[in-house]
């Protein structure tokens, strides 16, 4: 269960970033050109076969600064129900940091704490060098190559956002959380009318490939993902339905809080 939620976590890493450029700027307060306002808080409700998983919050916190550079800041949380915390208790936090443009990560954290397991990962995208370094529990990895305009599978859902979509697009890029590197694949398939707690809403509906994905996925002859995103200006990820080798799992939303 724990893994499919955190593949939530990448549903929109199947995205494009190659030869594509975002006239976006998180600091920016123009709403007509930024999709998405520190302050906005998407808060999701989880739910693995028949059973309430737990919640996903997604924010966009004010701009800060790394290494001396300005840089947007995005926070994702995952918590397991009441229910679930009786057996295994989720709580995970994850950070991304990117250029006020938003078109390619900086940093990348996650802290994860599972049952009782625990363990934290920091990746450094270092640009001058082309590299991405994995670091876990203070121990680091040799870099690795990443490809420009690579995002972390955090930032990644908010450059999405940033991106005009219509049926039939296919979108490609490189993701990475440091330890490989992916082209991802995704395809816009048809305009929907999609209801979620949150309300209803016109979407997009999006299937993303999953053949790299691993996790969940891996070795699967009944995988399939599929991504609902609004059709308005904000691309909010409105509902997540897939199934994979451990049964079905969904994201939908429930709240919206807008930045300002």
Same mark, same amino acid.
């Given at each position: 269960m724990?893994?499919?939620?955190?593949?939530?976590? $990448?549903?929109?890493?199947?995205?494009?970033?190659?030869?594509?450029?975002?006239?976006t700027?998180?600091?920016?307060?123009?709403?007509?050109?930024?999709?998405?306002?520190?302050?906005?808080t998407?808060?999701?409700?989880?739910?693995?076969?028949?059973?309430?998983?737990?919640?996903?919050?997604f924010?966009?916190?004010?701009?800060?600064?790394?290494n001396? /550079?300005p840089? $947007?800041?995005?926070?994702?949380?995952?918590?397991?129900?009441?229910?679930?915390?009786?057996?295994?208790?989720? /709580?995970?936090?994850?950070?991304?940091?990117?250029?006020?443009?938003?078109?390619?990560?900086?940093?990348?954290?996650?802290?994860?704490?599972?049952?009782?397991?625990?363990?934290?990962?920091?990746?450094?995208?270092?640009?001058?060098k082309?590299?991405?370094q994995?670091e876990?529990?203070?121990?680091?990895r040799?870099?690795?190559?990443?490809?420009?305009?690579?995002?972390?599978?955090?930032?990644?859902?908010?450059?999405? /956002?940033?991106?005009?979509?219509?049926?039939?697009?296919?979108?490609?890029g490189?993701?990475?959380?440091?330890?490989?590197?992916?082209?991802?694949?995704?395809?816009?398939?048809?305009?929907?009318?999609?209801?979620?707690?949150?309300?209803?809403?016109?979407?997009?509906?999006?299937?993303?490939?999953?053949n790299?994905?691993?996790?969940?996925?891996?070795?699967?002859?009944?995988t399939?993902?599929?991504?609902?995103?609004?059709?308005?200006?904000?691309?909010?990820?409105?509902?997540?339905?897939?199934?994979? /080798?451990?049964?079905?799992?969904?994201?939908?939303?429930?709240?919206?809080?807008?930045?300002?």
């Amino acid at each position: 269960m724990t893994r499919k939620i955190r593949m939530l976590l $990448c549903v929109a890493g199947m995205a494009a970033v190659l030869g594509l450029r975002s006239g976006t700027s998180c600091a920016a307060a123009d709403e007509a050109v930024l999709p998405f306002q520190p302050g906005e808080t998407l808060t999701y409700s989880l739910h693995w076969k028949f059973i309430h998983a737990g919640t996903a919050v997604f924010k966009v916190l004010p701009a800060t600064e790394l290494n001396g /550079r300005p840089a $947007c800041h995005f926070l994702l949380t995952v918590r397991t129900s009441p229910f679930l915390d009786l057996f295994y208790k989720v /709580r995970d936090r994850v950070e991304s940091f990117t250029d006020l443009d938003v078109t390619h990560s900086l940093l990348y954290k996650k802290e994860q704490r599972e049952g009782k397991y625990e363990r934290e990962v920091i990746v450094t995208y270092d640009w001058e060098k082309q590299t991405a370094q994995y670091e876990k529990d203070g121990v680091k990895r040799p870099p690795i190559f990443v490809y420009p305009g690579t995002f972390d599978p955090l930032a990644i859902i908010y450059f999405i /956002r940033t991106q005009e979509f219509y049926p039939g697009k296919v979108l490609m890029g490189p993701v990475s959380s440091g330890r490989r590197i992916i082209i991802g694949r995704l395809r816009v398939v048809e305009r929907q009318k999609v209801k979620v707690p949150a309300g209803k809403f016109k979407a997009f509906r999006i299937e993303p490939e999953v053949n790299q994905m691993g996790g969940v996925f891996k070795r699967s002859a009944t995988t399939d993902l599929q991504v609902w995103m609004s059709a308005d200006k904000r691309k909010i990820p409105l509902k997540v339905r897939g199934m994979a /080798r451990l049964g079905s799992f969904s994201a939908l939303l429930a709240s919206i809080e807008p930045g300002s």
